[in-house]
């Protein structure tokens, strides 16, 4: 069992920079890739970033490469997501998310608003 709690989000203007964190109880949380996610109003919820469990492979949605970046601490248990250059359409909640083989679990979210 993996309990995830995401913080950071806020409002922030266009251009400007957050900081989400989530960390991570469950002494099995090194062995499960860490993810964020997000949904915006009367959206679906969508893929932002991965990194893998071991080799720290990074993976990025189109529209946030080169603007966001993922790193994890598994000594810490945390996973961040450092969002830099934020645009308003990048507005939702934001859900940190942990995977392994067909095992998903989930933060409660934070919400992520940029105002233009």
């Known amino acids: 069992q993996v309990r995830l709690v995401e913080s950071g989000g806020g409002l922030v203007q266009a251009g400007g920079s957050l900081r989400l964190s989530c960390a991570a109880s469950g002494r099995t949380f090194s062995t499960y890739s860490g993810g964020w996610f997000r949904q915006a109003p009367g959206k679906e919820r969508e893929f932002v970033a991965r990194?893998?469990?071991?080799?720290?492979?990074?993976y990025y949605e189109d529209s946030v490469k080169g603007r966001f970046t993922i790193s994890r601490d598994n000594a810490k248990n945390t996973v961040s997501l450092q969002m830099n250059s934020l645009k308003p359409e990048d507005t939702a909640v934001y859900y940190c998310?942990?995977?392994?083989?067909?095992?998903?679990?989930w933060g409660q979210g934070t919400q992520v608003t940029v105002s233009s």
């Open positions: 990194i893998g469990w071991s080799s720290g492979r990074t």
């Open positions: 998310n942990a995977h392994r083989d067909s095992v998903d679990y």
